[in-house]
């Protein structure tokens, strides 16, 4: 009998040291699309130009991955008043990281706000959703909530695991991007329209081989290992600072409002070029163009021959170095009785 109570007791241990991995955090939550069986994914790039009101020619270079920046998306309204708390955390944090910041204004069933858009609203609904509802109880989408590199959500404003609302972020932010990037780099370009400055062409590379770059610090016992990591481009056109001073929270001076989102998914994402029309600007000239790429990694379940986790089986998601400790303890025991 106490055998057997070791033996369940060094299981369970070893399912716990599993779940916590790099791969899961006390402080946010993960983005996961829920309609996988399992997928990691996220936001990568970042590499941004200023283009004016598009009139003017502007390119990167081809800059090395370890430049890139922490891409922070943040879901804020001009009426939502503690979204500014949230927001001014990821001001600090800005000063001392390299980062690039994306805000999504409310569109749907809003009345206040003037900066939402519908294709940033169904973007924040079909990436986040899944998430924001487990952290939310409910939620699709709410103001604020903060998105660390496409992979940790972050909502409301209370402090999940630190001290501060601060630590949370400090930690999200400090994980990087869990896909390994060694040996990669991208550039953005775009060449404004010689007649019309709300029209342009812009162009972008990444490489080589990204498809090739996997999660591999994550494994489950019942899957398969994947092959290839997929990935899309996707275009930003942000305004830098768009007034409004009928703002209900009082900021009156809004920055990195996302005006619009071009998917540029094609046969072969590693480069390419795409014509684009630019929304009108709210005021000033402050266009700004942000090259992204979202990614996922898929892991399929094997079906055949396996018996996994919940669905009756014995050993729950563990490695091969836990099962082995696991049965040497308890042959140990035994020896002894």
Request: with cysteine; net charge negative; charged share 20%.
């Amino acid at each position: 009998m106490k055998r057997a109570l070791i033996l369940v007791f060094l299981v369970c241990l070893s399912s716990g040291v599993h779940a916590s991995s790099s791969l899961n955090s006390p402080v946010a939550e993960r983005v996961e699309s829920g309609t996988q069986d399992q997928e990691i994914s996220g936001m990568i790039g970042g590499l941004a130009v200023d283009i004016g009101a598009g009139n003017i020619s502007n390119s990167t270079g081809q800059i090395e991955s370890s430049l890139w920046p922490s891409i922070v998306e943040v879901y804020t309204a001009t009426w939502c008043a503690n979204c500014l708390d949230s927001e001014h955390v990821v001001d600090v944090l800005s000063q001392s990281n390299n980062v690039e910041r994306l805000h999504y204004h409310r569109e749907y069933s809003e009345s206040q706000d003037p900066f939402g858009t519908e294709v940033g609203d169904d973007r924040w609904i079909e990436r986040y959703g899944p998430a924001s509802v487990i952290s939310t109880d409910g939620l699709t989408r709410t103001p604020p909530s903060i998105v660390f590199n496409g992979e940790w959500l972050h909502t409301g404003t209370l402090a999940k695991g630190g001290v501060s609302l601060a630590d949370d972020y400090t930690q999200s932010l400090s994980m990087g991007s869990s896909l390994p990037l060694d040996g990669i780099s991208s550039s953005l370009e775009w060449v404004g329209s010689s007649s019309n400055d709300s029209e342009g062409t812009v162009s972008w590379t990444i490489g080589p081989n990204l498809e090739y770059k996997i999660v591999d610090d994550y494994w489950e016992k019942c899957t398969v290992y994947p092959s290839h990591t997929q990935y899309t481009p996707v275009l930003f056109v942000v305004e830098n600072v768009a007034r409004f001073e009928q703002g209900s929270n009082g900021l009156e001076n809004y920055s990195h409002v996302i005006r619009d989102i071009h998917r540029l998914d094609a046969d072969d994402n590693s480069n390419g070029s795409a014509s684009i029309t630019l929304p009108p600007i709210w005021d000033g000239a402050d266009f700004r163009l942000v090259m992204a790429f979202e990614w996922s990694t898929i892991f399929d379940f094997m079906v055949d021959d396996v018996v996994c986790g919940d669905e009756g089986g014995f050993l729950p998601s563990t490695g091969i170095f836990s099962i082995i400790l696991v049965f040497s303890v308890a042959s140990f025991s035994y020896r002894r009785k």
